[in-house]
């Protein structure tokens, strides 16, 4: 079961945002996973489509000791685009293409206003 993790950001200065989680107390290697974030409008079915998703390309990095870095400027650009005042919600896996994705987070996202 994901950790459900509440991420906040300032909208005026977005920077980044660092995740870094244990799997029975120990960080994982996490070297050739891929990172993928999926994002809905708060309220919205989980199961259907997301509003958008940031990936490696586009917002998500993935270090070695279980850590992965949230581009929250990316962020930014994605939600205006979906939809700019809208509260929402994520979910964050990671997989190394040979295993089923491991859900690591989810949880709200507030957008804070200066």
């Not at 980044?16 to 107390?25: A, D, M, N, Y």
């Not at 919600?89 to 994705?101: A, E, F």
Request: aromatic share 8%.
């Amino acid at each position: 079961m994901p950790l459900t993790l509440p991420i906040s950001y300032d909208r005026q200065a977005p920077g980044s945002r660092s995740i870094t989680f244990t799997v029975g107390g120990v960080a994982p290697n996490l070297t050739g996973y891929a990172a993928r974030m999926q994002v809905w409008k708060s309220g919205a079915d989980t199961q259907s489509a997301p509003s958008f998703s940031l990936t490696q390309t586009t917002g998500v990095a993935v270090g070695t000791a279980g850590s992965i870095v949230l581009d929250m400027v990316a962020f930014e650009t994605a939600a205006a685009t979906a939809g700019t005042d809208a509260l929402w919600h994520y979910t964050l896996d990671v997989q190394d293409g040979s295993n089923p994705r491991l859900f690591v987070a989810s949880g709200p996202i507030a957008r804070n206003q200066p």
